[in-house]
C-alpha cells in the first residue's frame, strides 16, 4: 500500500506542475502576440520623439546664430527650467542713470 500512495502523490505533483506549466505557456504566449502588436505603435511613437527633438536643435541652433527675444521667449517655454545653451535674454537693459 506505501508504494500504491507513494505514486499517486508522484503523479499528483507531476499533473499540478504540468497544469501551472500549462497556465504559464498560455500567459506568455499572449504577452509575445500583445507585445508584436504594440511594435509598430512604438516605431511610430520613436520617430515623431526624433522629429520633435531634432525640430528642437536646430530651433536651439538658429536662435544662437540668429538672437532673437521672441524666439527665446518660446524657448523658455518649451525649457522652463532653462536650457544651458539659451543663456540669459538679449533684450537690452535699461542704462543706469546718475
Known sequence: MKNN???AVLAGLLLVST????????????????????????IAVNSSRNLVQSLINDTLEYSKRNPNPDMNHLLQQVFPEGHPTLG??????????K
Not at 540669459?88 to 542713470?97: D, G, I, L, N, Y
Open 19 to 42: 497544469l501551472i506549466t500549462c497556465f504559464q505557456i498560455f500567459r506568455y504566449t499572449f504577452a509575445v502576440i500583445k507585445a508584436r502588436s504594440l511594435q509598430p505603435r512604438l
Open 88 to 97: 540669459t535674454s538679449t533684450t537690452p537693459s535699461k542704462p543706469a542713470t
Open 5 to 7: 500512495q507513494f505514486a
